[in-house]
Each structure stands twice: as C-alpha cells, then as structure tokens.
C-alpha cells in the first residue's frame, strides 16, 4: 500500500514540478525505474497463472513511460507535445494556482526592493552611470556563480514553467530575467583607490571584491559629485544574465553578461567644519 501511494504522489508530482532542474533529475531517475515495472512485467507474461498480474504491469509501464517521455521533451526540449494531456489533468486536479500566481507577480515585479545599508529617504538617493572593467566583470561572475553555489541566488525565473514566464512576458510587454524581481547584493560598499569611486561587493566584507567603477552621480561627474556631497552606498543590484522574451511564436532567451545597478545616498558637506 505504502509502495502505490509512493507512486502514485511521483505521478501526480509530474503535473506540478515548478523546479526545472529537479523535473530534468527527476525524469531521468523515473526512466530508469520504469524499466522494473517492465521486468516484472515480462515474468509474469511467461507463465499462465501470472498473466493478468503481468498485463497490468505492463499497462502500469505503458502509462508511466508515456508520462515520462512528455516529461523528456518538456524539459529537455522546451516543447509540449500536440497529444500532451498534463495540462488537462491539472486543471482538472485543481493545481497550485496560488503559488503559480504569487511567483508570476514576483517574477512581473521590476521595483528596486530589498535590505538597504541603512535607512535612506527615497528623496536622497540618486542613480549612478557605472563602469565595469573586465577584472571586475570577472569579479562579478564568480560571486554570482558562489551565490548560486550556496543557494542564495537562483536564476530559475521563481521555479515558474515556459507557459508562465510566457504569461508574464506577455503582460509585462518586457523581457524576463531569471534572476525574477531586481536582486540586492549581500554586502556592498564604496572605496576610493587611486583616484576613483569603486564599488565592491560580496558575500560578506570579507570576500568583498571590486566589481564596479562609479562615472557620474546623477548628471554629475563623480568628482564634481564628492566635492558638492557626501556619498554613502545605499542599494546594489543585480542585473543581466539569462532573459526571455516573446518572440512570433514562442520565447526568445538571451544572455548578457551580469552587471550593477548602484544608487547612492547624499547629503551635503558640513560646512560649518
């Protein structure tokens, strides 16, 4: 009994994978498994007293193979099969619609959001142009792919399926990003070396690295900007990498190298010093 309910959950768990990475695992481990059900199948079809119990292995092994290969072409190929009856069963089962919503409206979602290095009013901060060398881009990289690493950071469009991030595509009329709404980095700063601004970020202070060179402060040269201010780091997020966008037909995906989008809080200089 416990067996079949086993079964029965991996089944219906086709329906519902939001994880693409974990269907893709999980595909391949059910292929493999099916097999047995074959076996056992094929034993019981050798001998008259099994036959029934061997057919229905075997009709057990038909269904699960045919769920397995829409699976296949689902993840491994991003195409869904005219003859594909998953969508079906989950509506009819109901599915997780809640879930599939709240993570589509985070995915839409394109606000600058998240742990601040202090308290700022909105009113004094301000947008930087920034300049990122190819060390630093290098720098970036790495601590992008250590957040993954780590499970801090996952580009998986929110866990939703092609069908959702086309939906959100189409609402939004933009692309995509896999790394879903704007992503503060966890430790940022700014450091002044050799004549320029340079931001650094990483992990924590310790594995901080530079990753950008600031070039102007609103429509103020960065120089002007430290002379006129005092400038304190208030957000650093991430941008780039993976994307999808609606093309004719179906999503386009692009890539682009991952950057930073930095703002900074001011206030004049004491003037009284």
Not at 216 to 224: D, M, N
């Amino acid at each position: 009994m416990l067996t079949f309910l086993d079964i029965l959950n991996r089944l219906l768990g086709y329906f519902n994978i939001q994880d693409k990475a974990k269907g893709k695992a999980f595909t391949i481990v059910a292929f493999i498994a099916n097999f047995y059900l074959l076996y056992v199948a094929i034993q019981g079809l050798r001998y008259s007293g099994y036959r029934i119990q061997g057919l229905l292995f075997l009709a057990a092994f038909l269904v699960l193979e045919y769920f397995i290969t829409l699976n296949f072409f689902y993840y491994y190929t991003n195409k869904q099969l005219k003859f594909d009856i998953s969508p079906k069963i989950e509506k009819a089962l109901g599915g997780n619609q809640a879930q599939v919503k709240a993570a589509e409206n985070k995915l839409a979602q394109n606000t600058m959001s998240g742990p601040a290095s202090g308290l700022f009013e909105d009113d004094k901060l301000l947008p930087t142009a920034v300049l990122v060398s190819a060390s630093q881009q290098a720098n970036l990289d790495a601590l992008v792919e250590r957040l993954v690493q780590q499970g801090n950071l996952a580009a998986n469009y929110s866990g939703l399926d092609e069908h959702a991030v086309a939906r959100v595509a189409q609402k939004t009329h933009q692309p995509v990003s896999a790394l879903g709404a704007l992503v503060e980095l966890p430790f940022f700063e700014l450091r002044q070396e050799s004549g320029q601004l340079l931001v650094y970020a990483g992990v924590n202070s310790l594995s901080a690295v530079a990753v950008a060179t600031i070039q102007r402060v609103g429509l103020l040269p960065v120089k002007a900007a430290q002379n006129e201010y005092q400038l304190a780091v208030a957000h650093v997020y991430l941008t780039g990498g993976e994307s999808k966008q609606m093309g004719r037909r179906s999503l386009i995906v692009k890539h682009e190298p991952y950057g930073v989008t930095v703002q900074l809080a001011y206030r004049a200089h004491d003037t009284n010093k």
